[in-house]
């Protein structure tokens, strides 16, 4: 959901990707968000063979009310790592991500 809150609308090979998540996966997470009203999905008027999958109001409040989370969390794993280990991990996350990037731009 954070996703589709910070970046809108999204089909499911956009959200796989930024999610690093495989279809399989992202289709049973999206079937179950559906059922409990927290995301849409509409046909695209242009490719219907394509959905573009919206965040509902019920998942924007759950995603903005755990935002205050994000950076406790954060902090734990800074304490629990220490100050070079945590910076060191996420400098391999950006390095990760990068390279996750280039491989889909190939």
Request: proline content about 4%; charged content about 30%; hydrophobic content about 45%.
């Amino acid at each position: 959901m954070r996703i589709l809150s910070e970046f809108g609308p999204q089909d499911l090979t956009e959200i796989a990707a930024k999610a690093s998540l495989l279809m399989p996966s992202l289709s049973r997470i999206i079937r179950k968000l559906g059922e409990d009203e927290l995301i849409t999905r509409a046909t695209d008027p242009e490719d219907r063979r394509r959905q573009t999958v919206v965040i509902a109001s019920a998942g924007q409040q759950i995603t903005d009310d755990n935002l205050v989370l994000a950076p406790k969390i954060a902090g734990d794993f800074q304490h629990r790592l220490g100050a070079d280990r945590f910076e060191l991990l996420l400098d391999l996350l950006a390095e990760l991500e990068q390279k996750k990037l280039n491989l889909i731009n190939i």
